[in-house]
């Protein structure tokens, strides 16, 4: 299943709902980030909402959870302009709030949620689908180290355990929609369902 049909299949999910809201969750490296900015290129309207902006600091994968809820999710279904709290990764402590007024109002189509934490129970009610997107940690490790450089290879296995655990608890993978197998790179993802592809590369 490539981009294209990812697109044209959460297209179809998204009819009649506006907002449309879609969480790609997964472990890091595993191309969440690449994949929301290609779908967001070929479904219109779209709006992209990165974890990366909510979770406080390297322990905070749980934490995010409710602040994307509280200051995302929920504000999605009214009408007010939506704010949402940020982590200065630098200074490793709480930046200013940044307005989001590509989330409107008015709302945008679909909104793409992705990072880990993404597709957790609390999030449910307010996805129209969830997506699950996953690679061997090697290979995870080397785009997710290429991505960010040094500032994160000490936190790689912390950050992974949380994922895991989070992961288990949640049944993320369990409750996805869509599992996409990234191995060859999210570009042309396989889409699996319990380790057996169900959709050929093209």
């Known amino acids: 299943m490539t981009p294209q049909e990812l697109a044209r299949y959460l297209a179809g999910r998204c009819a009649g709902r506006v907002p449309c809201v879609v ?3 997964g472990p890091s490296g595993a191309g969440k980030t690449t994949l929301a900015k290609a779908l ?9 909402v990165h974890l990366d902006d909510l979770y406080p600091g390297w ?5 995010a959870v409710p602040l994307l809820v509280e200051h995302v999710l929920a504000p999605l279904a009214g009408p007010a ?25 008015p709302r945008p189509a679909v909104v793409l949620v992705e990072g880990a ?3 957790a129970r609390a999030c449910a009610p307010y996805l129209t689908a969830l997506v699950w997107l996953e690679a061997p940690e090697p290979l995870r490790k080397e785009r997710a180290l290429a991505r960010d450089g040094a ?25 996805a929609d869509l599992v996409l197998d990234a191995t060859p790179g ?8 319990g380790g057996r592809s169900v959709a050929s590369r093209g």
Do not use: M
């Not at 967001?40 to 992209?48: C, E, N």
């Not at 949402?84 to 940044?98: H, L, N, Y």
């Not at 936190?155 to 369990?174: F, L, M």
């Open 117 to 119: 934490g993404s597709g």
């Open 151 to 175: 500032a994160y290879a000490p936190h790689w296995d912390g950050w992974a355990r949380q994922e895991r655990r989070h992961a288990a608890r949640e049944r993320t993978r369990e409750r």
């Open 81 to 105: 302009p939506i704010v949402v709290p940020a982590w200065d990764w630098t200074r490793d402590a709480p930046g200013p709030a940044r307005p989001r007024p590509d989330l409107g109002p």
């Open 186 to 193: 999210p570009e042309n993802p396989i889409v699996v369902r």
């Open 59 to 63: 322990d905070g994968l749980d934490a």
């Open 23 to 25: 969480a790609i969750d």
């Open 40 to 48: 967001a290129a070929r479904l219109p309207d779209a709006a992209v």
